[in-house]
């Protein structure tokens, strides 16, 4: 019942989601169109999760497991919005330090409101970017670390 109602209120907080992410997919740095992301170097110590879309039963970028109704967002019926750390799961973002050295080499996830120590990307498909933490507080609640970081 508690995961119910945890992914009841999930759903409710996607209605502003879109544009936080096209906002942040604006300032992150992407691959070019058809290469594989480049594995991290180093022993870095953050911890990169991702978030990503499951949408009938399969990997879905995260955008395409919401959609916009009348300007409120909601999960798609039959998907999910996932949270890994493991870099085999999701678009292989995640991991320690996952694709956060690759893509924002050099810059704190502080500087997204997110802790030092902790990265959180979402991928369309082809380019990954930080999820700034207004955009999770609207996804997962005012509680979004306890979610996202378990």
């Known amino acids: 019942m508690q995961l119910e109602l945890q ?3 999930q759903e409710a907080e ?4 879109r544009a936080q992410i ?8 992407t691959p070019p169109s058809g290469t ?4 991290g170097g180093g022993a870095g110590t953050v911890r990169t999760f991702e978030v990503f879309g499951i949408v009938g039963g399969r990997l879905a970028p995260m955008t395409s497991a919401i959609i916009n109704n009348g300007g409120r967002w909601s999960v798609v019926p039959g998907a999910s919005v996932m949270i890994t750390e493991a870099p085999n799961e ?6 320690t330090p ?8 050099g810059r704190s996830p502080a500087e997204f409101g997110l802790d ?9 498909g082809s380019r990954g970017w ?20 378990y």
């Open 116 to 124: 030092a120590d902790k990265a959180v990307l979402a991928s369309d």
């Open 22 to 29: 096209d906002s942040a997919k604006n300032g992150g740095q």
């Open 36 to 39: 594989q992301w480049p594995q």
């Open 14 to 17: 996607l209605a502003k989601l």
């Open 90 to 95: 999701g678009y292989g973002l995640a991991g």
């Open 130 to 149: 930080a999820l700034p933490a207004t955009l999770l507080a609207q996804i997962f609640g005012s509680n979004w670390r306890q979610a996202v970081y």
């Open 98 to 105: 996952g694709r956060w050295s690759t893509l924002y080499a």
């Open 7 to 9: 992914k009841a209120k």
